[in-house]
């Protein structure tokens, strides 16, 4: 079955405190993305990746890192989190640049930071 | 850059009645505009999309129409089941990037 995983789901953590929030599809996709959403902003990019090693900012960069050392994985990685930065995270994939736009999200990672 | 923006925010209906949820974009040159549908507790998945050379586009209860001279296009569901109730988004890019801009999300609820 295709699928972009997320791990975790959820997660509570304070302050400064680095983590990671991993992604994997199964898609041999070669373009990957992270997208947070929050009320009524609705879905916007952070970084996305062309392809290893290619990784770019998104809309809203500030805060947080990614590596794309395998085809298949794309993790976010928060050095030092803060309150604003709670919000639902979502990785998503897609055939570009060789199909159709269109992406291929996982279920989400709810992040929040006190 | 592209800016899209998405009408009504919430939209209730009775089952059985139709739902229309409309998007407006700025980029004249975006061409591909598909439509997401997020349940509750899951990521954005696609339902429908439409390309720019074509001004409909039709699957079973769903259809989206377009209007690249007023540059909007729209979300049409038909006889409305309570399984449609969720979250949906509109998205705009150029159809050689995958630059997606989403609009702000259309909270539907269909009542028995």
């Known amino acids: 079955e295709a699928q972009v995983t997320q791990n975790p789901r959820y997660l509570i953590t304070v302050t400064g405190k680095k983590l990671t929030v991993t992604c994997s599809q199964n898609m041999n996709h070669e373009y990957m993305s992270w997208y947070r959403q929050d009320p009524g902003l609705g879905l916007r990019q952070i970084y996305y990746s062309m392809n290893v090693e290619v990784t770019d900012k998104g809309d809203v960069p500030e805060g947080y890192k990614v590596s794309r050392k395998e085809k298949r994985n794309f993790p976010l990685i928060l050095e030092s989190p803060s309150p604003n930065q709670t919000s639902l995270y979502f990785c998503?994939?897609?055939?570009?640049?060789?199909?159709?736009?269109?992406?291929?999200f996982g279920q989400g990672t709810r992040l929040t930071v006190v | 850059g592209e800016n899209v923006e998405q009408h009504p925010s919430t939209l209730s209906v009775q089952e059985g009645d139709s739902a229309v949820i409309k998007c407006t974009y700025s980029?004249?040159?975006?061409?591909?505009f598909p439509w997401y549908k997020q349940e509750l507790g899951k990521g954005p998945q696609l339902i429908i999309d439409?390309?720019?050379?074509?001004g409909e586009k039709k699957d079973q209860r769903i259809a989206v129409t377009l209007n690249k001279t007023a540059k909007h296009f729209s979300l049409h569901i038909t006889e409305t089941q309570p399984e449609d109730s969720a979250v949906y988004f509109c998205?705009?890019?150029?159809?050689?990037?995958?630059?997606?801009?989403f609009g702000t999300g259309t909270r539907l609820q269909v009542f028995p």
């Open positions: 980029d004249s040159a975006s061409n591909y």
């Open positions: 998205a705009a890019s150029l159809y050689n990037t995958d630059k997606l801009i």
């Open positions: 439409i390309r720019s050379n074509v």
């Open positions: 998503a994939s897609s055939s570009y640049p060789t199909g159709a736009p269109e992406a291929f």
